[in-house]
């Protein structure tokens, strides 16, 4: 039997290959087994909406790239492994089904990335390595050294994933009453759907606004923050509505919205 840990970490990976194939001739065996797997065989309906998101995701991702969007891919990346975590939360074999569909998942994993450290120890090491004598590079006989192009201008994060962004940072800030009746939340959220993209947005704003100056983190927590959460931890209406904290995740989650095929001749704006 899979564990939470075993989810955490196929899900992304199966992510990060969903976004590096795309815009590939490997796209259509992909959308096509991840089109099975979100709809774990329960109807062909549940399959030809699963289909349609997929769809949607793609283009989504594409545009977000068209317009320079450097951190598209990531986004992207936590969108879709949040869809994938919240089925393999679901049932007992997907796991299995979903390493059938994707054998590479079953090889070892790899170094996950560190985040960046915070600047003051970044400072503290760069004085160090300055103390210490540097070798000489050495120059192979008959090799002319290699010009250094300039570096590629690509987001350094703090935080490695929406997941360690949660457990190491968010989780331990929030301290509130969390009693089910006045606010709630769910400790499986990545099985969330919903949550998931709002924290993987949570995360990449923060991420933005804190290269900011003065005002930067005060507009994440006003801006961001506070409608998120209180969208998200709210009892009733939000996506944990059906969980407790208390008791965990439940295992009857809310279906999600119904959906019916576009019909040109049914719309009324045409």
């Given amino acids: 039997m899979s564990s939470d840990a075993d989810h955490t970490r196929i899900a992304p990976a199966l992510a990060r ?30 399959e030809g909406y699963h289909s349609h998101q997929l769809d949607l995701w793609k283009l989504r991702l594409l545009a977000a790239r068209a317009k320079g969007d450097a951190s598209a891919d990531a986004n992207a990346g ?9 089925e393999l939360g679901q049932r007992s074999d997907a796991m299995a089904q979903l390493l059938a569909a994707f ?10 990335a560190q985040p960046a450290q915070p600047p003051q120890l970044q400072q503290s090491q760069q004085s160090q390595q300055q103390l210490q004598p540097q070798p000489e590079p050495q120059q192979q006989q008959g090799v002319e050294p290699q010009a250094q192009g300039p570096a590629e201008d690509e987001p350094q994060f703090y935080f490695a994933d929406v997941f360690v962004f949660v457990t190491d940072y968010l989780a331990p800030m929030l301290r509130r009453r969390v009693n089910g009746s006045s606010s709630t939340w769910c400790p499986r959220w990545w099985a969330h759907p919903e949550a998931g993209a709002r924290l993987t947005a949570l995360w990449l704003a923060w991420e933005h606004l804190r290269q900011e100056p003065g005002t930067g983190m005060s507009t994440w927590w006003l801006h961001h923050a ?3 959460l209180r969208m998200l931890m709210d009892p009733d209406a939000g996506p944990f509505a059906a969980c407790s904290p208390k008791d965990g995740h439940t295992a009857y989650p809310f279906d999600p919205l119904p959906v019916e095929p576009y019909e040109e001749s049914a719309d009324p704006l045409r």
Avoid: Y
């Fill in 103 to 112: 054998p590479m998942l079953t090889a070892p994993a790899a170094a996950p």
């Fill in 226 to 228: 506070d409608p998120h």
């Fill in 17 to 46: 290959h969903a976004v590096l194939v795309v815009d590939s001739q490997a796209w259509e065996s992909t959308h096509r087994s991840l089109s099975l797997f979100l709809a774990g065989a329960r109807s062909s309906h549940e």
């Fill in 78 to 86: 936590a969108e879709l492994s949040a869809m994938v975590l919240a």
